[in-house]
């Protein structure tokens, strides 16, 4: 991502990657989102939406998330507030970009929505103090941590309820030297509206969830940090259309729910039921 700063992107310009539509190849191209909708290429060309297919905007070496950190999503699950973020991580294969379809899994009876704001890493993080963390982050985006409530709650981590195949929803833009302070997050289901919060209503900042993190670990150039869902998460169906809207971000991350078009996990697993 940097190697576009700074001569072709500046603070508050909209970040993406695309492939147009016909390409042999195809190619994949960089560029910015423009007001008026048009896509504007590194190369100078531009292109209306409906001619490309969209890509994740940052392709992650990993994908850090934080749970419970919002106080009304901490009581809707029934659980206590945290003393300290409460991490895991989502397999950098569960990206998915605006527009794709997300599969069902059939090995579950419940999958959930979670909008929320995620970080984007610019430069290395390692062992760095809060009032540090703004110089390492590239821009902020929409994030859907789409997850497999009934497997959360069988498992004793997350890692398998998060990390099916496009159970992480990003983009379509990144907002280029962003910062989420105070920022609107909403979710939508099929156009009504289930999750309308700010981040102001987090348990812990964003400067000091990569601060926490890149003590643990270091944050690496095109990581993402999920931030951490609001009150009103709720389960999706086959046929849904879930959206995730961050204020200032360009336009919302829309993600449609398909059929598994593979057999259940009974099936080759004996002993194995959603």
């Not at 579950?108 to 984007?120: H, N, P, T, Y």
């Not at 969830?209 to 993402?224: A, K």
Request: hydrophobic residues 40%; negative net charge.
């Amino acid at each position: 991502m940097n190697r576009l700063l700074p001569d072709t992107l500046s603070p508050g310009d909209l970040f993406v990657r695309y492939l147009l539509r016909g390409d042999r190849g195809p190619e994949e191209r960089a560029g910015q989102l423009l007001p008026d909708g048009v896509l504007l290429s590194e190369d100078g060309t531009r292109h209306r939406a409906e001619e490309v297919s969209w890509l994740p905007p940052v392709r992650p070496g990993k994908i850090v998330a934080v749970g419970l950190n919002d106080r009304g999503h901490a009581l809707e699950m029934g659980k206590p507030l945290p003393a300290e973020p409460l991490l895991f991580l989502k397999a950098p294969s569960a990206l998915a970009a605006h527009g794709e379809s997300v599969v069902y899994p059939a090995v579950s009876a419940r999958v959930d929505f979670e909008g929320e704001i995620a970080l984007v890493i610019g430069e290395r993080a390692d062992h760095v103090s809060p009032s540090e963390s703004g110089r390492h982050l590239f821009g902020i985006c929409a994030a859907n941590d789409i997850t497999a409530r009934d497997l959360q709650n069988r498992d004793v981590q997350y890692t398998r309820a998060k990390s099916f195949p496009g159970f992480c929803p990003v983009g379509p833009a990144i907002l280029v030297g962003g910062r989420p302070d105070g920022r609107r997050v909403r979710t939508w289901l099929n156009g009504i509206l289930k999750q309308d919060a700010r981040e102001t209503d987090q348990i812990f900042h964003w400067e000091s969830l990569i601060s926490y993190i890149s003590h643990m670990m270091p944050l690496e150039t095109g990581d993402l940090v999920l931030t951490g869902t609001y009150r009103g998460i709720g389960p999706m169906a086959v046929g849904d259309t879930v959206t995730v809207e961050v204020e200032g971000c360009g336009p919302p991350l829309e993600s449609r729910i398909i059929a598994d078009p593979h057999p259940a996990l009974s099936t080759v697993w004996p002993g194995q039921t959603p």
